[in-house]
């Protein structure tokens, strides 16, 4: 039993490194306040305010129930050994073990330092050029995204979907909520090729087709991008039904270009003007801090015009044809089963990219 004590005294101390650096007694310190806050009738006249608090205490509840479970598992069994005869050895030597493997899962949490990893995250997908071909990649890999945020248990809410006339789609575009959403998929930014087969051409050929995934952080607040006016031109247009109908045409759909570096935002999902509008400068501030990250740019009056990654960049291959592969060229990840991936099991890829 010395040796299982010695072994969970270890998990212990590595385990408390993690719960200090992480902050986790000021985080518990704050859902307290919080949720005095919440619980006061005075903060839901202003139901904005009592909303944002809410989904405040939620995520850092998210955050820290995980480190406190833990912390009481190490602490009851540890006393448990101090306390119990070896004919519980094997018992206790597999639940360390699992104590360590929740250990390990709860580590990746180091992962995600970055100034937006804690952000929600915009995800637009754009087929490239090939038509219907590059359609039906791009719809092929909205469902391998759609199957990974319903395994993560991400809240989604579709912005915008543009379908394709045979096939697939033109673009999608998601908002994804959840426990670092950002910093969970930013690894999947860039161009992803397909080489496959085509269904598509009457002599089944080997087509290459490609397509962007832009993941952009949610940046919901002015205070924390500043974006001068002058610098946005701001276009209403006439905006389809809900959903891209072509009927109850209005005047909601709004266009931003931010001109200094040719950025252009639009959407007409939402059903009033001001709603496009709010959720276009959302995903604007988002594709800037974007560009600031890739440019190494310290203000976003300083990023420039066209150095962006954009479709320059590809980061992974999605190979059907002559073989089976799936290889990140950044990391030099690969899996060897492709329908597997496109179901959206893309861990192993996210996981070796926060590990650089």
């Known amino acids: 039993m010395q040796g299982l004590a010695k072994r969970l005294a270890g998990l212990e101390a590595e385990f408390l490194k993690v719960y200090e650096k992480l902050q986790i007694s000021e985080k518990l310190q704050k859902i307290t306040e919080l949720e005095k806050q919440v619980a006061d009738p005075e903060i839901w006249k202003n139901v904005d305010e009592a909303t944002a608090k809410n989904q405040e205490l939620a995520k850092l509840q998210s955050e820290t129930q995980p480190y406190e479970l833990l912390k009481t598992q190490i602490g009851d069994l540890g006393e448990l050994l101090g306390i119990s005869d070896s004919s519980l050895e094997d018992e206790f030597a597999e639940q360390i073990m699992a104590m360590e493997g929740q250990f390990m899962e709860l580590k990746k949490s180091l992962w995600f330092n970055g100034p937006y990893d804690a952000k929600d995250a915009i995800v637009r997908i754009t087929s490239g050029a090939g038509g219907t071909e590059a359609m039906d990649w791009a ?14 248990g991400f809240k989604i809410t579709c912005l915008e979907r543009v379908v394709g006339e045979e096939a697939g789609i033109k673009t999608a575009v998601y908002e994804v909520s959840g426990t670092n959403a950002y910093g969970l998929l930013k690894s999947e930014h860039g161009v992803h090729r397909l ?15 490609f397509a962007l995934v832009e993941v952009l952080p949610v940046i919901k607040a002015d205070t924390e991008v500043q974006i001068d006016d002058k610098d946005l031109r701001i276009d209403v247009y006439h905006s389809g039904g809900h959903g891209g109908q072509s009927v109850n045409t209005t005047n909601s759909a709004v266009r931003i270009t931010h001109l200094p570096t040719n950025t252009v935002v639009a959407i007409q999902n939402e059903r009033s003007q001001l709603q496009n509008k709010e959720k276009a400068m959302e995903i604007l501030r988002g594709k800037l801090v974007q560009m600031q990250l890739e440019q190494h740019a310290e203000t976003i009056g300083e990023l420039r015009a066209g150095e962006s990654a954009g479709w320059g960049q590809q980061i992974r291959n999605y190979v059907l044809q002559p073989y089976k592969l799936v ?7 690969e899996e060897t ?6 179901d959206g099991k893309i861990d192993g890829f996210i996981d070796k990219y926060l590990e650089m």
Do not use: H, I
């Open 195 to 209: 080489v496959r087969l085509s269904p598509f051409n009457a002599n089944n050929l080997r087509q290459t087709s």
């Open 327 to 333: 290889k990140d060229t950044r990391t030099g990840y």
């Open 337 to 342: 089963d492709p329908d597997a991936v496109l």
């Open 139 to 152: 719809s092929m890999l909205e469902r391998m995204y759609l199957r990974y945020f319903e395994r993560k």
